[in-house]
T-cell receptor
């Protein structure tokens, strides 16, 4: 158990809908990262937040957005969902120390039908 | 732009044999990570390699880093079935503050 929690575990929704994925980082970690894992794209970095501020952006679509709240939990919002958005979405957290090690949550499996 | 390549993509090996997974990255990186992922599960951190010549070992797995060659290796010694999983390497792009993952190597250890 990494200490990073994600909800929900599974999500099934229809095309065109909007969903919100939630992540709580390990106690004391200020950085939260979001990743998308799919068979065709592999593991792709989406976005990073550090203490509430956006720190780095990866291959995140404009239909996707994220934020980190004052209590450090983060939410990833996915809108106008398409079939190709079906994937495993991971959140990771890091203390930002010299090792920079990221600890991954269990993931949310999103299925768009 | 930092790119990370792993090979092989798939590795079927017999128990008791040795093998190496290779991870090449395209530009300077000051940190290299190895992760393990079991089917349908999350990623588990295995090793963090920070400097040229760094070598880390845990059980039957040993990781090394050659920053001049931009190459990291994950060596498996006397494989056992429990090591069957997908192994990812990831390089940290300091300038971009992003962790870039390789394609992963699916390791299947056959009895």
């Amino acid at each position: 158990d990494s200490g990073v929690t994600q909800t929900p575990k599974h999500l099934i929704t229809a095309t065109g809908q909007r969903v919100t994925l939630r992540c709580s980082p390990r106690s004391g970690d200020l950085s939260v990262y979001w990743y998308q894992q799919s068979l065709d794209q592999g593991l792709q970095f989406l976005i990073q937040y550090y203490n509430g501020e956006e720190r780095a952006k990866g291959n995140i679509l404009e239909r996707f957005s994220a934020q980190q709240f004052p209590d450090l939990h983060s939410e990833l919002n996915l809108s106008s969902l398409e079939l190709g958005d079906s994937a495993l979405y991971f959140c990771a957290s890091s203390s930002g120390g010299s090792l920079g090690e990221q600890y991954f949550g269990p993931g949310t499996r999103l299925t768009v039908t | 732009e930092l790119k990370v390549e792993q090979n092989p993509l798939f590795l079927s090996m017999q128990e008791g044999k040795n093998y190496t997974i290779y991870c090449n990255y395209s530009t300077t990186s000051d940190r290299l990570y190895w992760y393990r992922q079991d089917p349908g599960k999350s990623l588990e951190s295995l090793f963090v390699l920070l400097s040229n010549g760094a070598v880390k070992q845990e059980g039957r797995l040993m990781a090394s880093l050659d920053t001049k060659a931009r190459l990291s290796t994950l060596h498996i010694t006397a494989a056992v079935h429990d090591l069957s999983a997908t192994y990812f390497c990831a390089a940290f792009g300091g300038a971009t503050n992003k962790l870039i993952f390789g394609t992963g190597t699916l390791l299947a250890v056959q009895p």
